[in-house]
Nanobody, 121 residues
Framework: QVQLVESGGGLVQAGGSLRLSCAVSENIFSFDYMGWYRQAPGKQRELVADITSGGSTNYADSVKGRFTISRDNAKNTVYLQMNRLKPEDTAVYYC???????????????WGQGTQVTVSS
């Protein structure tokens, strides 16, 4: 079973920074896609940023220029650097991956458990 373990959430004042981490629990043959989503109370889950196996990145307009997604293949970890945070960024953040575990021929769609980010004004 593949697990995505998130960390780095917390309470921060507007204008501050946080870095979220999402670590994969086992060795991975390939990452087809990794992304960060968020869900605020009463709202739908939305894409924040993603990165493909080739390193191409995509960002929601609301976070472009403030957030950066990256990955460390040696650590099987994806990061979301969040700068100049705004109260509107308050949400539960989830990492998502389409990946193939080592030794498997099947691609899995995996989600992290979510980590709370709260930005105060």
């Amino acid at each position: 079973q593949v697990q995505l373990v998130e960390s780095g959430g917390g309470l921060v004042q507007a204008g501050g920074s946080l870095r979220l981490s999402c670590a994969v629990s086992e060795n991975i043959f390939s990452f087809d896609y990794m992304g960060w989503y968020r869900q605020a109370p009463g709202k739908q889950r939305e894409l924040v940023a993603d990165i493909t196996s080739g390193g191409s990145t995509n960002y929601a307009d609301s976070v472009k220029g403030r957030f950066t997604i990256s990955r460390d293949n040696a650590k099987n970890t994806v990061y979301l650097q969040m700068n100049r945070l705004k109260p509107e960024d308050t949400a539960v953040y989830y990492c998502n991956a389409a990946l193939t575990p080592a030794g498997s021929v099947y691609t899995s769609d995996c989600w992290g458990q979510g980590t709370q980010v709260t930005v105060s004004s």
